[in-house]
């Protein structure tokens, strides 16, 4: 992990605060908002849009596994948890929530190092995937309107499947569009056609 993060901290026992946000500038990072309750913790982080947040379970009016959902529902942001519990259906919860990494207090800069690198790094695996799957759903839907626009002149042509692709690339390139753009301008004109 490279370069200095802008941290939330969500914390409510002051000295445990204290300590993270020593830590965390130890390590190089900056402490750009802080929380002592899950309410604040999530308008901090929707306002202050930070790198990474850290955010203790048990806080007062909603407690840290709540708040990291309702952000994520907003905006992505790697988080770690940071408790003095460790049960496995807080685990759970918090994995479903969307955490990247548990750390259980006490916790001193050298974990918390290590938690920020996994999560940073998880993270990124995480952006990396959506976007292959966002960029695969694309490539899906282009294939769809291609399918159709194919079949649509091979029906009004009388075209074969090989014949009706090769006319599609033509007017692809003799238009200088692509090709998914050239399909679905045959759909629309087919479809006022038939109406």
Known sequence: MSGSLRVLIAEDEYLCLMGIRSSLRSLGHRVIAEASNGRHAVDQALEKKPDLIIMDINMD????????????????????????????????????????????KPVDADDLKSAIEVAMARFEEFKQLKEELHGLEQALEARKYIERAKGILMDRQNLREAEAMRRLQEMSMKSNKRMVEVAKEIIDADNLLRN
Not at 62 to 74: F, K, L, P, T, Y
Not at 79 to 99: P, Q, W
Request: net charge negative; aromatic share 6%.
């Open 61 to 104: 009016d909603m407690d840290g596994i709540e708040a990291i959902r309702r952000v994520n529902e907003q905006m992505l942001i790697p988080s770690i948890i940071v408790t003095g519990y460790c049960e496995d259906d807080l685990v759970k919860r918090a994995t479903n929530a969307g955490v990247f990494a548990y750390l259980v």
